[in-house]
């Protein structure tokens, strides 16, 4: 089975401050992690994702993500803060080895993260 | 390039009503998938669709819930009947196919969702 946890119901921040959204995920291979980001009224929208390869993954709008295969985490993170990236979160995992086939993602419960000036 | 399309945006219905929601995904998008989103949670998928054929439905309620995807493109979910606990958004996401080969799983694109309440 696999599965998100999303520590943080939400994430406060001052613009301009560095953040850090948190995610632990749970695999019995190897993981595929997403983040997604949803504005009201609005569906998902992707930001980035980790296959393969170097650790840290950058995606749009300057924010990037470092997997971390011993501590099981992929924490969503931006330099730099904006009042616009006040939003809702969500890190998803796909197993490697899925059985039947698919492309299931497993979503956590989401982060709402809010930027203040 | 246009996104994935749904519709209505809002429906409010009486319980033991039906309801179907329609979705037209990416151009050229082979994989069509349907969540759940209910308040405070996750989007959890419920049926996935390869074309016009299902990869994965084990999530989806069977009894009440339908879903098709007839000629490959657009897809209708169906509830019927609606129950109090079927409140919630339902997004529509497609990919341009399952896996990507050696780069791992296709990117799931999401529709702007429809909003459902049931009385």
């Known amino acids: 089975a696999q599965s998100v946890a999303q520590p943080e119901d939400q994430v406060n921040v001052a613009e301009g401050n560095p953040l850090t959204v948190k995610c632990t995920y749970s695999?019995?291979?190897?993981?595929?992690l997403f983040w997604y980001v949803q504005y009201p009224n609005r569906g998902l929208q992707f930001l980035l994702k980790?296959?393969?390869?170097?650790?840290l993954v950058k995606g749009s709008y300057g924010f990037e993500a470092e997997f971390n295969k011993s501590q099981t985490s992929f924490h969503l993170k931006k330099p730099s803060a904006l009042v616009s990236d006040s939003a809702l979160y969500f890190c998803?995992?796909?197993?490697?080895?899925?059985?039947?086939?698919?492309?299931?993602?497993?979503f956590g419960t989401g982060t709402q993260l809010k930027v203040e000036l | 390039e246009a996104g994935v399309a749904q519709s209505p945006r809002y429906k409010i219905i009486e319980k033991r009503q039906s309801v179907a929601f329609w979705c037209n995904p990416i151009?050229?998008?082979?994989?069509l998938y349907w969540y759940q989103q209910i308040l405070g949670q996750g989007p959890k998928l419920l049926i996935q669709?390869?074309?016009?054929?299902?990869?994965?439905d084990s999530q989806l309620p069977k009894d009440r819930f339908s879903a098709e995807r007839l000629k490959g493109v657009d897809s209708t979910l169906k509830i019927q009947p609606a129950k109090l606990e079927d409140s919630a958004v339902y997004l529509c996401?497609?990919?341009?196919?399952?896996?990507?080969?050696?780069?791992?799983?296709?990117?799931?694109?999401f529709g702007p969702g429809t909003r459902l309440l049931v009385l």
């Open positions: 998803a995992v796909r197993d490697r080895w899925i059985t039947g086939g698919g492309n299931k993602l497993t």
């Open positions: 669709f390869q074309n016009n054929g299902v990869v994965d």
């Open positions: 695999v019995s291979g190897n993981p595929y």
């Open positions: 151009s050229g998008h082979a994989t």
């Open positions: 996401a497609s990919s341009f196919g399952l896996t990507g080969g050696g780069t791992g799983p296709e990117t799931q694109y």
């Open positions: 980790y296959i393969t390869g170097d650790n």
